[in-house]
């Protein structure tokens, strides 16, 4: 009984995240989205386990084409490794501060959040972990720094609790 309290506990402290992204309507720059995403973006990043060691780096190319409604967004990873991933998000903007989007590897629907210079993106994706595909949610968090500089955090979990972080550094062409 006391393990199931305390994975209670722990889920319910999870899910309390003390950001918000209506907490950034009043700062600046403005990121918008399927502004800074349109054309070429390049990216470079790194994923840390769940005690924070640096486990892969990736360099990525991102290309965007925004029609009014929709984002499509090719993104191509090199991870450190060898592996190259791709994959295509289609970015659906629902009114100023909400979006949705899928990709072949995501679970249902992306929920996207932008106020000020965040932009929130909460989603499943599928991973490949050992010859399995695992689903992980993402807690994706990018912030504007200026024109051409944003800075992505990603908290990644499995039932609640915290299994990997990805921090990514993003420069518009």
């Known amino acids: 009984m006391r393990i199931v309290t305390l994975l209670i506990l722990i889920l319910t402290l999870n899910s309390c995240s003390g950001m918000k992204p209506i907490d950034y ?5 403005r990121l918008i989205i399927e502004d800074y995403l349109s054309g070429n973006v390049k990216a470079w990043g790194i994923l840390q386990n ?3 060691k640096v486990i892969r780096q990736f360099s990525a190319n991102l290309n965007g084409k925004w029609d009014g409604k929709q984002l499509v967004l090719d993104e191509k990873f090199n991870w450190s490794d060898g592996e190259v991933q791709t994959r295509q998000w289609k970015i659906n903007k629902i009114d100023e501060n909400n979006y949705e989007g899928t ?3 995501v679970i249902g629907k992306a929920k996207g959040y932008s106020y000020g210079p965040a932009f929130k993106f909460e989603y499943v994706l599928l991973v490949p972990v050992k010859g399995k595909q695992m689903k992980i949610t993402f807690d994706d968090w990018i912030f504007m720094q200026n024109d051409k500089v944003a800075i992505n955090r990603a908290k990644m979990t499995k039932f609640g609790i915290k299994v990997a972080e990805l921090t990514v550094l993003f420069v518009k062409d």
């Open 25 to 29: 309507i009043n700062q600046k720059p």
């Open 50 to 52: 769940r005690s924070g």
């Open 103 to 105: 990709a072949n590897d």
